[in-house]
């Protein structure tokens, strides 16, 4: 059974920080490119950041300099450092395991962001 559990979500004030982790069992890890999506309420879920298996990173424009990816394929887990946080980063953020050039993905539950003062 495949399970993608995150944690590290929580509230924080504007400028505060958080590190998101995600845990995966039941797939190869390494063979998945891994990634970061949030949604916000009202709002489509969007791309936040993504590690391809070969390490290659992609960041949405809104968090880069601020967001870093990482992964340790020997833990099976993939990480999300936020520093200098902004409201408009309040959203669930969710983890992703994509294997390319496939249709298959799976997702996580979803940990809720909060930056409010």
């Known amino acids: 059974q495949v399970q993608l559990v995150e944690s590290g979500g929580g509230s924080v004030q504007p400028g505060g920080s958080l590190r998101l982790s995600c845990a995966a069992t039941?797939?190869?890890?390494?063979?998945?490119?891994m990634g970061w999506y949030r949604q916000a309420p009202g709002s489509q879920r969007e791309l936040v950041a993504v590690?391809?298996?070969?390490?290659?990173?992609t960041y949405a424009d809104s968090v880069k300099g601020r967001f870093a990816i990482s992964r340790d394929n020997a833990e099976k887990k993939v990480y999300l450092r936020m520093n200098s946080l902004k409201p408009e980063d309040t959203a669930v953020y969710y983890c992703?395991?994509?294997?390319?050039?496939?249709?298959?993905?799976?997702w996580g539950q979803g940990t809720q962001v909060t930056v409010s003062s």
């Open positions: 992703n395991a994509d294997l390319d050039l496939t249709t298959i993905q799976y």
């Open positions: 590690i391809a298996t070969d390490g290659t990173i």
């Open positions: 039941g797939i190869p890890f390494n063979i998945y490119d």
